[in-house]
């Protein structure tokens, strides 16, 4: 069974950083991609970043410039090093693998909140 906890999630002020970890039981680390995703009130989930099992990285248009994400295969962990935090940054941060053939696994997110 497939599980992802994510953490680092709280509370920052604009300017502000946060590194969020995702941390996954999957055996398929090394062969998933992953990915970052973000939901704020009323408004869709997004796509924020994701990354290859090579470490090809994509990101938003919003985000780049200051978020980075990066992947510990040894770890089965992958990171989301946000930097520069807006106000427009604040939702809930959920993690995604997947891997050739499989469906899409997600965490329960944790929240990141931008406010002065």
């Known amino acids: 069974q497939v599980q992802l906890a994510e953490s680092g999630g709280g509370l920052v002020q604009p300017g502000g950083s946060l590194r969020l970890s995702c941390a996954t039981s999957?055996?398929?680390?090394?062969?998933?991609?992953m990915g970052w995703y973000r939901q704020a009130p009323g408004k869709q989930r997004e796509l924020v970043a994701s990354?290859?099992?090579?470490?090809?990285?994509n990101y938003a248009d919003s985000v780049k410039g200051r978020f980075t994400i990066s992947r510990d295969n040894a770890k089965n962990t992958v990171y989301l090093q946000m930097n520069n935090l807006k106000f427009e940054d604040t939702g809930v941060y959920y993690c995604?693998?997947?891997?050739?053939?499989?469906?899409?696994?997600w965490g329960q997110g944790t929240q990141v909140t931008v406010s002065s």
């Open positions: 990354i290859t099992n090579v470490g090809s990285t």
């Open positions: 995604k693998q997947t891997w050739f053939g499989s469906r899409d696994y």
């Open positions: 999957a055996i398929t680390f090394s062969i998933s991609a």
